[in-house]
DNA sequence: ATTTAGCACTCAAAGAGTTAGAGTGCTAAA
DNA sequence: TTTAGCACTCTAACTCTTTGAGTGCTAAAT
């Protein structure tokens, strides 16, 4: 294995991924940086065939590369191209500056990887999981009729209502509040488990019974609170991608499970699977590039696209790096400085 | 146009909405309910398709219905098969009892219409526009920041964060609740509007003018209220479709914007819309049927499905109507009793 | 005056046969 | 070790043909 046949094989990806053709060895004879005939680039081609690097759809046509030749290629061969500082201040317009909430700031980056990359995005929010609570309330609001209220430090509020079996009078409600409080005010989201409602639930019980449905409301809360947010938006590009099998799309596209677990046991920095590669999301030849990007020193989230195996992984990778590298950065301002990402939030 | 011609459309768009193929003269003639030879029929077809009741894919293919003629089909022509008692109790089984709330509800009839239609749901709900609000709060978390909840009589929950230039001390944010709740619990949603809001935030500003955001936020919170909520349930039942275009599926499903508005402007009664002829939702060859349902005497929301212009409106529509009269009977028990929605309301 | 049988005609879809050319592997010379 | 030359392979594209469902028209029957 040697250097030449490493550039030869990297051409070859290159040229595949820019025509989306099978490439032969009289192509790769043309190209600038590669002064050798096309009979030894044919002698090459075949050791890396017989590799496993390449491979050809049938005998008289060029080859394509396999997924070790993909894997190969964006580990070591290829190399990304530096963006410019148009692109960046384009992506910096598109993110929106310091004061964006959070929210809308990996939706716009959704928003921009679609656009520049005429693929499907994808984000996760994993934000309020590492917020604590800053405040419960409990509001009565009919007969046997009660609101509560979780409201996390980031700013994310959960409310349900609950319906008791009896009416609560003044102390009741006050001795509840207080319980609430006092157990769970700036405890981390993250902290927040089953068995520790469980608990409550036996605490407040003692004091008296019908608080339960409270207490279990609240667990439902924390649980929708502990949940990463998973969006998907521009999935619409899959289908107009002849590489990847529409049925295969349309499952996914109708239910994304598993994706989310698999991006959140996903390492840090850029990461490249291929959907046949693994059973979660599987699409044929797609391929999902993810980064993760941070909340001061948390990981708080992901950001990719998911697109044929053939994109432009040169192109693509540093818009995603220059992303979440943006967004850890500006997530990461001042962590008392709230930003807010209510309903129809507004900052100013 | 005798009624031979129009039993013999009326059998044509019957046949090619069983068998999804274009139906020509002899398999016309031998329907048990045609006596005339084939000949007859395609004398009969060729004006039909003069009057531009049926098209030809070609010359020398069968014929289908064209928009006009599932039109007079639909209005005219069909007759819908009335319901079995067995249907009717499995459609009341899978709505709920009279103790069901409200959103539960239509969701269930959301549900029911996908599973025997085969094809997308959608439901609207403008419930929260006929009832009034039953609380409001104002609820510190944070320096500078204060959580608004507007709660309304049938139990929809709104929130939003809102930042203030200057903390409000005790006897401020008791002012400002008392003013608030003075002037908006009891009143309906639907007398709401952004001129009471704006004549409510001259009113504070009087007293200390930095409360005006949370008067605005009230204000944007209560639009929220008055906006009817539209949910497209089994979207998936579209895409396995062969009829619609994919592409313009997954971008209807994206962003159903649009359709809103066009389930709001539809009268009462079974209402028939392709949805090439709108351009809110633009799949090609699709076919929207809804129906309205009241609460009392209101017009409270619509409900029915988007599925392939080749839908078995005959038996479709029965469900449809049947649903609705159903909701609008449940709905419309007694007003009082406040149902409320079990899940968490809006926050996102 | 309708309705029907008969028949020639049309056209898309499916299959068979042919060709063109891009690409290969191998061999022998450089 | 590299390269030129050459025979070989296989798909994609094209043409030609066949098939069959369905038509419109005409003339006979009701």
Sequence with gaps: MNSRKLKILAAVVDEYIRTGEPVGSK??????NINVSA???RNDMAALEQLGYLEQPHTSAGRIPTFSGYRLYIDELMNPSALSDEEKSRLDRMLGGKDTPEELLIQNAATALTEITQCAAVVTNSVPRFSVI????????????YVILLITSNGSIKNKACRLEFDLNHEQLEFFTHYIEENLSGVSVEELSEEMFDKMVAAVSAYMVSLSPLVMGL???SEDLRQQELTVSGSEKLLSCDELDKMEVVKFIEHKNG????????FSGIQVKFGSETNSFAIGNSSLIVSKYRKGNKEAGSLG???PMRVDYKKIIPYIEYLTQKISYLMSGDDEDIIITGTTADTD
């Excluded at 192509?27 to 600038?32: G, M, R, T, V, Y």
Aim: proline share 3%; charged share 30%; aromatic share 0%.
């Design 27 to 32: 192509a790769i004879s043309k190209l600038d």
């Design 39 to 41: 009979a030894t680039i």
């Design 134 to 145: 800053s405040k419960v309330e409990v509001i009565p609001t009919g007969k046997r009729l």
């Design 219 to 221: 667990c439902e809360l």
């Design 259 to 266: 994706l989310s677990d698999l991006l959140e046991e996903t």
């Design 305 to 307: 696209i998911i697109g």
